[in-house]
């Protein structure tokens, strides 16, 4: 196979375990860190009528599934493309 076509496939199929790691600790998040009681997190209005609620610890699972599913990808990238 061509190494260009074969770099651009693992690039994509690395953003896409990149999405898929990202989206998992979104989704398992919830699970660890509760939030905060009276905020619907599916309304925006209530999450900008609650902002005060919310502690430093309250982004520190979203941050991280940022950080891991770049990580993810970025990994995937430089371990299978060819040089």
Do not use: C, W
């Not at 190494?3 to 994509?12: C, G, Q």
């Not at 009276?38 to 309304?43: A, F, L, M």
């Not at 009528?49 to 430089?78: K, Q, R």
Request: no cysteine.
């Amino acid at each position: 196979m061509n190494p260009i076509l074969k770099n651009i496939f693992i690039f994509i199929g690395s953003i896409i375990l990149g999405v898929l790691a990202n989206s998992a600790i979104v989704t398992i998040s919830p699970f660890f860190i509760h939030q905060p009681e009276g905020v619907d997190v599916k309304n925006i209005k209530s999450i900008a009528d609650n902002i005060s609620l919310y502690e430093p610890i309250y982004f520190l699972m979203p941050y991280l599934a940022h950080a891991i599913g770049a990580f993810v990808a970025a990994y995937f990238v430089s371990r299978f493309a060819v040089r």
